[in-house]
Structure formats: C-alpha cells, structure tokens
C-alpha cells in the first residue's frame, strides 16, 4: 500500500529565508504526487501536483516543488518565506490503485517568524 | 468560484446523540469523500462515494454512515456519537480521477461531543 512521510512536525524560518517542507512516498511505480496548505479553521487548499513532466513544479503562492525518484522525495519548496505562509501543510500521494484515493501525510506545520 | 460547503463551522453534541454532517457541492463532481482531522494523526478517510446511492467504506468508517441521494450532496452521520468523535472533519469532492486539480476541500465542522 502507498505510504506518505512527512518527518517533520514543525518547521520553523525566519520571513524572507528560503523555506522546505519534507515529503517522501514508498508507493511503486510512477505516483501522483499533490501538496496542499490549510490555513487555520479552514479546509485544504490545492498547491500544487506531479503527475508527470518536470521534475520541478510550480504552484501557487510562489511555491515550487521537486520530485526526485531516486530519493522517493517531493520536498514543497519556496525561496523567500513570508509570515503569511505561516499554515499546516499536507504531501499526498494519489497513485492509482484503481480509486486515486489518495494518502495523506500527517502534515507539518510550518512557522515563519518576522 | 466553486465550492464544497459544509454546513455547519462548529458544532457541540451529546453523547448518544444522531448527529448528521452536511456537505454540497456546486461542481457537478462525481466523487465525494468524508475525513477527519486529528492533530498527529493527519486526515483518515471515513466514506466516500463515487456516484448517487452509492458508497465505499474508508480506513475508519465504524461508527458512522453515510448518505447520498443527490450528486451535489454527502451526508455523514454519526449514529450515537461519543466522545472519541470530537474532532474536525472535512468534506472534498473530485472529478473522477480526480488527478487534475487534486481535490476540493470545505472549511470543515469542529465537532464537539460532551
């Protein structure tokens, strides 16, 4: 079965740092790979995904991602953090196994202090 | 702007109380999903269903049920709920597959049960 780790419970950085949230999957194949942010008291928000393609991809916010298959990591990246990025964010893999139900990480909450 | 909207934001009930959660969608989605949300634990699929009148059990569905008698919405229900169900729970819909902008979520209910 597909798996997501996040390690990290809680990154912290100061506002304008370059900034990264760890994730990586143990699923075979080729994953369905998706980041997704939740601001307080509000649902998840879509930030962006790997499907195929580039190895890099953007999304929204300014955020970017790197998909490595050697190292089964999908890091959320951003160069310059703001205060405002301050959120709980989720890695989920959405591989097929006929559903794309997808697998949630346990989230990482990410602290930007001014 | 499409939306899942989740009826109620907080909620506070007894225990052994039948509690429904109401969850709707404008999106003409064929797939909708129940989860909830637990600090450490991440999101834990409850229900989810795939078109009207029909339902799949998730990796936690004891102690709830669900209900879909039209496409737009999904209906979770706890049949006597206890305290072990306070929580937040959210609502998402996709479109099948659901790999092209990932999933939709709503602002969740914090449900509270005394």
């Known amino acids: 079965a597909q798996s997501v780790a996040q390690p990290e419970d809680q990154v912290n950085v100061a506002e304008g740092n370059p900034l990264t949230v760890k994730c990586t999957y143990s699923v075979s194949g080729n994953p369905y790979l998706f980041w997704y942010v939740q601001y307080p008291n509000r649902g998840l928000q879509f930030l962006l995904k790997?499907?195929?393609?580039?190895?890099l991809v953007k999304g929204s916010y300014g955020f970017e991602a790197e998909f490595n298959k050697s190292q089964t990591s999908f890091h959320l990246k951003k160069p310059s953090a703001l205060v405002s990025d301050s959120a709980l964010y989720f890695c989920?893999?959405?591989?097929?196994?006929?559903?794309?139900?997808?697998?949630f990480g346990r989230g990482t909450s990410l602290i930007v202090h001014p | 702007d499409v939306k899942v909207t989740q009826s109620s934001r907080y909620l506070v009930k007894r225990t052994g109380e039948k509690v429904f959660l109401e969850c709707v969608q404008d999106?003409?989605?064929?797939?909708m999903f129940w989860y909830r949300q637990d600090p450490g634990l991440g999101l834990r699929l409850i229900y989810f269903?795939?078109?009207?009148?029909?339902?799949e059990k998730g990796d936690i569905p004891e102690g709830y049920s669900v209900s879909r008698e039209k496409k737009e919405r999904f209906s979770l229900i706890l049949e006597s709920a206890s305290t072990n169900q306070t929580s937040m729970y959210l609502c998402?819909?996709?479109?099948?597959?659901?790999?092209?902008?990932?999933?939709?979520f709503g602002s969740g209910t914090r449900l509270t049960v005394v």
């Open positions: 989920a893999d959405q591989t097929s196994g006929g559903s794309y139900i997808p697998t």
């Open positions: 999106m003409d989605h064929e797939n």
């Open positions: 790997y499907i195929t393609g580039d190895n």
């Open positions: 269903s795939y078109d009207v009148k029909m339902k």
């Open positions: 998402a819909s996709s479109l099948p597959g659901g790999t092209s902008r990932g999933y939709t």
